[in-house]
């Protein structure tokens, strides 16, 4: 039985080229009424069509940092992320790092470089997507906006550009525009559209 700490797999599409998306609650889609339809991953399904298979490896709460109180690679979708044989993996991971008893800026550049190699030298070959985490509105949840505007958005380009992997920043496109949003952080169907548009332009660049 799928829960919103340990869901199962959302899988959209039967085509030949598999896409993995790969983060936390704003890639599960948590607070929309209909992720299966809203969540960007969903979207991006419809948005790239026959051809493609969109798998949602997302769990809410998770962190990149092992450090962290729910690290996301402990868990079983993450696993499942790297044996998925995915032509195509969207990492979005950062903003739960933000917190306050979590943030270790060393050691988040050193574990976000080791997962981005991990992806890349899966036996698929698949292409890497590092994205920045979209603007945080309020510190209601604890995360720290600042950090994501000042560290994130220097960390993953700087990664992205040592392994030579492309680089989708959300923030700009996200900054106070609150009408994005459901809750403070999560967002709601016109976020998620927002950002699924600015994926799929990338992906199709």
């Given at each position: ?7 199962e797999?959302l ?8 896409v ?5 609650s704003?890639t599960?889609g948590?607070?929309?009424?209909n992720?299966?339809k809203d969540a960007y991953?969903?979207?991006l399904?419809?948005?790239l ?7 949602n490896f ?6 990149l ?10 868990e ?5 992320s790297l044996e998925?044989?995915a032509?195509?993996v ?6 739960n790092?933000?917190?306050?008893p979590y ?10 470089k ?6 890349m ?8 997507y590092?994205?920045i985490?979209?603007f ?6 604890g995360?720290?906006n600042q ?5 994130l958005?220097?960390i993953?380009p ?10 989708i ?17 999560h967002?709601?169907p016109?976020?998620?559209?927002v ?6 332009r990338h992906l199709?660049?």
């Open positions: 039985m799928s829960d919103i700490m340990y869901p797999v899988t959209l599409g039967s085509g030949a080229v598999k993995a998306t790969v983060g936390d704003l599960y948590y607070g929309l009424d992720r299966e991953p969903s979207i399904a419809e948005q069509g026959h051809h493609y298979q969109v798998s997302g769990l809410s709460g998770r962190s940092q092992s450090t962290a109180d729910f690290p996301y690679f402990k079983e979708n993450a696993q499942l998925s044989e032509d195509i969207i990492i979005m991971i950062g903003s790092d933000s917190r306050g943030w270790n800026k060393e050691g988040f550049r050193r574990e976000y080791e997962m981005a190699e991990r992806y030298n899966l036996p698929s070959q698949p292409d890497v590092l994205v985490p979209p945080v509105p309020t510190s209601r949840f995360l720290n950090i994501i505007e000042e560290e958005q220097a993953i700087q990664i992205g550009q040592e392994l030579g992997l492309p680089v920043n959300l923030y700009p496109i996200t900054k106070g525009k609150l009408e994005y949003y459901s809750d403070g952080l967002l709601s016109l976020g998620n559209q950002i699924a548009q600015e994926i799929y199709q660049g």
